[in-house]
């Protein structure tokens, strides 16, 4: 993402009195802003929601939740709640990987190709930089991962019937996500920026 | 002892147990049988916990299941074992991880003390060195033995078993049910099973209840059960050939 960012902008930056290093600059906030927490979280969606809502499901149809709540285990605790809390920590990281790369990708792009120096690329990604961007995408990474494991886990958890449905739910676990996760997207730019 | 008293239960407007009381005592194999969707799973679910009745009550040894608070279903539920249709063996776990987790869940056992009273249970059940194996590699009358090994491990007073033929071959159904009459005597625990097959019921059937379209029609054992004259269980059990030259035998004696 990082180096289609970079190759567009700088395809973009026709006029000579725009610097160099605003290719950077530009591919640094979109990442962190945007392109690290949503699109990464449109492919978690489709990864491990859709393997949270199949795996519940079939424990669901092949009566395993069954036999947990017969042993007089609270099973939505048991199943649900490990699920939020381990996306909840691994989601933040692989948001922050997710921008490392990006970025990283657009130097490599923008040097190889000789759009940009890597002198140039380094200002550019240092030059005016706002802390806030930060704790922007690792609150919508937060709210991101929640919105992902609870919607997903009551769609696999609630689902009844048999293999058909099973898919059925896993479909809808990812469909119902990506929604979620596109008007949360909106709504925190709209009250946090 | 499990009394259950007057249940009842609809789903969507459609009732589908009309007001059932039974006893099910201790030590005995006690079957609810009857033809497919006459309400005998619910029954079950309604037993162990797992539907909420609309009326009625169930009581395990005087212990009122269906009103007490929630730490009274919970101590009762860690009593209870049960064996699914399907096994319900936990697909991520294999048979020692699925036959210790009662263990691992519900009492403070040192480590091999737990791993001695798997070892006991599998060997109960007839099974040695499938300890790592998973579920999946195994035959479905292992998954079967795995999974009563998994409802006895914890010293459970009430063994439900739903359907636990389904799908098996003569010899090995067979077994199971032998199996489920003999840990029932050896541990005098209170054992419900729901079946529709009738040679279940002449291996084990030291309890009958007759189910039809979510009434009970008649109880009794499997030695009055030819006596009965109730039509539509009669319909029920000489609807099998095997049964039927049952009947012609013990008229011909």
């Given amino acids: 993402m990082g180096a289609v960012t970079t190759i567009q902008t700088a395809y973009n930056l026709i006029s000579p009195l725009i610097p160099n290093y605003v290719i950077s600059l530009v ?17 978690f969606a489709g990864k491990v929601g859709s393997n949270i809502a199949g795996e519940l499901g079939t424990m669901r149809i092949t009566e395993q ?6 042993m007089g285990i609270n099973s939505t605790s048991y199943l649900v709640l490990p699920k939020i809390i381990a996306s909840l920590i691994t989601y933040p990281m692989l948001v922050t990987l997710a921008a490392f790369l990006s970025i990283y990708g657009g130097y490599l792009a923008g040097t190889l190709t000789g759009e940009i120096t890597g002198t140039e690329y380094i200002y550019g990604i240092r030059y005016d930089f706002v802390a806030f961007n930060i704790a922007f995408a690792l609150i919508k990474s937060f709210v991101f991962a929640f919105l992902v494991a609870s919607i997903s886990a009551y769609k696999g958890y609630f689902t009844s019937g048999g293999a058909l449905e099973v898919g059925v739910a896993s479909t809808s676990a990812v469909t119902n996500s990506c929604i979620a996760i596109l008007l949360a997207d909106y709504l925190l730019a709209q009250l946090l920026l | 002892m499990i009394e259950v008293r007057n249940i009842s239960k609809s789903f969507d407007g459609k009732q589908i147990l009309h007001n059932i009381s039974s006893t099910f005592k201790k030590g005995r194999t006690n079957l609810i049988i009857g033809a497919s969707g006459t309400g005998k799973s619910v029954l079950l679910k309604s037993i162990v ?3 909420q009745p609309d009326s009625g009550s169930i009581l395990y ?47 403070k ?5 737990k791993l001695d009273r798997v070892n006991i249970c599998l060997a109960k059940v007839g099974l040695e060195n ?13 998954k079967k033995r795995v999974g009563i090994a998994r409802a006895i491990v914890n010293n459970s007073q ?32 209170t054992t419900v099973v729901v ?18 379209e979510g009434h009970k029609l008649w109880e009794g054992n499997n030695e009055n059960i030819f006596d009965c004259q109730v039509k539509e269980l009669e319909d029920f059990i000489f609807a099998n050939n095997l049964m039927r030259a049952v009947r012609r035998q013990k008229d011909q004696q």
Avoid at chain 1, 65 to 70: G, H, N
Avoid at chain 2, 109 to 113: G, L, S, T, V
């Fill in chain 1, 27 to 43: 591919v640094r906030d979109m990442t962190i802003l945007e392109l690290a927490p949503t699109i990464m979280s449109l492919v």
């Fill in chain 2, 49 to 51: 916990g797992l539907v």
């Fill in chain 1, 65 to 70: 939740i069954d036999a947990l709540e017969v």
């Fill in chain 2, 158 to 189: 009430y063994l439900f078993c739903d359907e636990p033929n389904s799908g098996l071959d003569p010899q090995t159904s067979i077994k199971i049910d032998n199996l489920i009459k003999e840990i029932t005597h050896e541990l005098n625990i």
């Fill in chain 2, 195 to 212: 079946t529709h097959d009738m040679n279940s019921v002449m291996e084990i059937g030291e309890y009958v209840m007759f189910m039809y």
């Fill in chain 2, 61 to 107: 040894d005087g212990r009122d299941f269906t009103s007490g608070s929630k730490d009274l279903k919970t101590d009762v539920r860690r009593e209870i074992g049960m064996l699914f249709q399907g096994g319900a063996l936990f697909d991520s776990m294999n048979v020692e991880q699925n036959i210790i987790f009662p263990l691992n869940v519900l009492t």
């Fill in chain 2, 109 to 113: 056992m040192p480590k091999d003390e």
């Fill in chain 2, 130 to 142: 499938v300890n790592k194996k998973m579920p999946s590699e195994i035959s479905g009358g292992m």
